[in-house]
């Protein structure tokens, strides 16, 4: 039997305290040797009589690593008694630095034992919690190599650090009240506020109605308590946007239905933002005027102190930045810009490395990719050359592919504007440095004016490599599964082989064979993107009928206006024609005056949804004709029996209206799944997969399910990843890699 040899560990090994689990099992079971970090790989060196049941209990690693493979092999030399933990040296660069992760519940007891060294202290971590893409620099993930570099560690941390009975032993981020990171809270010229105790006057001032802006982990959120989010909104500019909510544990289940896996969700080490369904889908207007509510509990030291001296149970935590823009973090670039938003800044003083936004998930699915779940690491066949994709427009992130794993960074945004791109490049330049990455190919979305289609361009060219267009709905489709499937991407907008805007979209095939089988019927979008802002102007590009013209006229529109959009749609200037499902969802929120102007991404659509939620549907006829070799979905004939049920409906009659928005998503999601199963009967194919944002809507995405699997049929959704554009990254180096596979 074995009792002497080198175990070789790869996988998320570093961040995950897995030397300091190594050292502990070796002396539970008597061994003598040594470990280190080589790059993302662990290497041990063991001897001992119990050396199988080390290599078993190593093998199991830590609760958050994430082992792929263990290798052990023979080794002659000397080995020492007594076990030791080695300094680092460069390696592989197969794993990847884990998540940032909510603060223990044993950490949380820390900083609430009086008398303790590390009562009270904001900061406060240990080997299984804390941050750790934010504050990485590179790897092998040692202190030296962080943003907690800056302080040394003070005497009675260096003991807990070295000591193998801590559960500190080797914690990276270890600190305290003497060595550690500091608070301050300042004004709006950065002037310190005097006080003994940041926190405690930060929630003196919340509680007093002031707005502050505090940098947390990732970046700066703004917060607030419920009677002062009118004002919050105001200085926004968004004034109809929901906020999420961080709330003291056990509140949200006051105000909101919680299910066991719900409450798991947001007790686990992720935190993230829960979309939840309120009680009263008519309570906390001020925070959302939807049916739900997006709430989360403290993850850090800092909340937990903040919620103990808080008078109010929930407060507004809102990223600072403009929606789609980069987060910001650093206390300089927070003063300027938030100057009119915020009234005081609590900060700290450790670098951000890396930002970090809140993970969002609803009904289990992940509907933002961050803090938490990201940097997320999919291990998948794609070849043996290194993939990066860079992702779509809107919720963007980038992935790479190397190795036999696909590595997806956090949440970046919308990729619009200058400063987004630039974060989208600094993030894909940090990736590929921690992964040692050197592309093969780069991956990019069809549309050809995106910035991100510019960037991959660009690096095409600059490093003489494959560029790999990739249509965005199929890669919703490629980054959903592999197998041969019938693929439904449902979505806003998405750039299709024939340039017109897609969104309603039926594949039949294996990636990277996807074959456009059906679709929803293409309708004008009168002014293009303007038709997106004031969705009244897409329901005329569906219903272009004189009914349609006169409802318009009773809402205000002029004889001028009318006569523009009618001449438009009817000439085809300025109009780009759709099957986007968002646009029609649109449309439908305009018919019944839901939404009548878009002020934030998805508006009209998530009114919809949350007047619809209250009604109750009716089943209309869907009308499925052929064109071009495809099954077509009429969504006019959809509207034109709202419209028809509207105009009859009685002034005042709330009731009515939320049957029809109910009505027109279960047709619209019937006639979908009616679209994929008979591409399902007509391509042989047993397999019907979801993807795409409209799916987090749950009325839609459940309609197409039991569409589907009432006849016969299996049915998927990838739930590891966004069904939005935050996983068209990930489809794009999928769809990239099976494209080469296929060629070798």
């Known amino acids: 039997m074995q009792e002497q040899g080198r175990i070789s560990v790869r996988g998320i090994v570093q961040g995950v305290g897995f030397r300091p689990f190594v050292y502990a099992k070796a002396i539970e079971f008597g061994i003598a040797g040594r470990v280190k970090n080589l790059g993302s790989e ?18 199991r690693g830590p609760p958050m690593a994430r082992i792929d493979s263990v290798e052990v092999t023979g080794f002659p030399g000397i080995i020492p008694d007594g076990f030791v933990i080695e300094k680092s040296a460069t ?83 270890i600190a305290c009240h003497t060595c550690g990171p500091e608070l301050r809270l300042i004004d709006r010229a950065g002037a310190d506020l005097p006080c003994a105790d940041p926190i405690r006057e930060a929630a003196v001032l919340l509680d007093k109605g002031r707005i502050l802006a505090i940098r947390g982990v990732g970046g700066f959120h703004l917060a607030c308590t419920e009677e002062s989010s009118g004002e919050l909104k105001k200085r926004l500019g968004r004034l109809e946007q929901p906020f999420a909510v961080m709330t003291r544990p056990g509140y949200a289940e006051e105000i909101a239905r919680v ?25 906390h207007e001020r925070i959302s005027n939807l049916h ?21 149970p929930l407060l507004i935590m809102t990223s600072a930045n403009m929606p789609g823009y980069p987060m910001i973090t650093d206390t300089e670039t927070a003063l300027v810009k ?6 005081y800044f609590l900060v700290h003083n450790r670098a951000i490395a890396n930002r970090v936004d809140d993970s969002v998930v609803r009904d289990g699915y992940i509907l933002r990719l961050s803090r938490g779940i990201a940097p997320k690491r999919t291990a998948i066949d794609l070849g043996d050359k290194c993939i990066l994709g860079v992702g779509p427009e809107l919720n963007a992130n980038a992935t790479i592919y190397k190795g036999g794993f696909a590595i997806t960074s956090p949440h970046v945004g919308n990729v619009r504007n200058p400063a987004t791109l630039a974060y989208l490049q600094e993030t894909i330049e940090k990736l590929s440095r921690l992964l040692g990455a050197k592309y093969d190919i780069v991956a990019h979305d069809l549309h050809p004016q995106f910035l991100s289609t510019r960037y991959a361009k660009e690096i095409a060219e600059e490093r003489g490599i494959g560029l790999v267009p990739v249509q965005h709905h199929r890669a919703h489709i490629a980054a959903t599964t592999t197998e041969p499937c019938v693929g439904i991407a449902i979505d806003g907008v998405g750039y299709g082989d024939d340039g017109t805007v897609w969104g309603g979209e039926v594949f039949a095939g294996q990636v990277p064979d996807l074959k456009r089988v059906a679709h929803l019927e293409p309708v004008p979008m009168p002014g293009g993107d303007l038709a997106t802002k004031f969705p009244e102007r897409m329901l005329y590009g569906i219903l272009r009928n004189d009914t349609c013209l006169d409802l318009l006229g009773r809402r205000g529109w002029t004889d001028v206006e009318r006569g523009v959009i009618k001449k438009q749609v009817a000439t085809g200037f300025n109009v780009t024609m759709t099957s986007s499902t968002g646009r029609v969802l649109d449309a439908a929120a305009a018919l019944l005056g839901i939404c009548r102007e878009r002020t934030y991404d998805g508006e009209p659509a998530m009114k919809l949804e949350s007047v619809a939620a209250g009604g109750t549907p009716e089943a209309w006829e869907p009308v499925i004709t052929t064109s071009g070799g495809c099954d077509v979905l009429s969504t006019r004939a959809i509207l034109s029996t709202a419209l028809s049920r509207y105009t009859a409906v009685p002034a005042g009659d709330k009731k009515a209206v939320r049957d029809i928005a109910a009505s027109v998503q279960y047709n619209l999601a019937r006639g979908i799944a009616a679209l994929a199963v008979r591409a399902a009967e007509r391509e042989g194919i047993g397999t019907v997969a979801l ?26 959704i990838n739930d590891a990843y966004p069904p939005g554009d935050g996983c068209v990254s990930f489809g794009q180096c999928v769809w990239a890699g099976m494209l080469f596979k296929q060629r070798a």
Request: glycine residues 10%.
């Open 42 to 59: 662990v290497e041990i060196i063991a001897r001992g009589g119990r050396f199988a049941d080390f290599v078993a209990a190593v093998s």
């Open 91 to 173: 390696g592989s660069f197969s794993g990847m630095i884990p998540p940032d992760i909510a603060i223990c519940s044993a950490c949380v007891n820390d900083i609430f034992t009086p008398g303790g060294r590390y009562e009270g202290y904001w900061a406060t971590s240990c080997v299984n919690c804390g941050p750790r893409y934010s504050i990485i620099g590179a790897i092998p993930y040692d202190r030296e190599r962080t943003s907690m570099d800056r302080f040394p560690l003070c005497e009675p941390c260096a003991g807990e650090y070295g000591d193998p009975h801590s559960r500190r032993h080797h914690a990276q981020t």
């Open 259 to 283: 299910s066991p896996a719900e409450r798991e969700l947001l007790e686990s080490p992720v935190h993230p933002i829960v979309v939840l369904e309120k009680k009263d889908h008519a309570s």
């Open 292 to 312: 739900t509510i997006g709430c989360m509990l403290p993850y850090t030291g800092l909340h937990h102190l903040l919620f103990s001296y808080l008078k109010h």
């Open 338 to 343: 938030l100057a009119k938003d915020a009234d």
């Open 691 to 716: 993807s795409g944002g409209v799916i987090a809507n749950r009325a839609i995405r459940e309609t197409i399910r039991s569409g589907v699997e009432d006849a016969g049929l299996s049915f998927f």
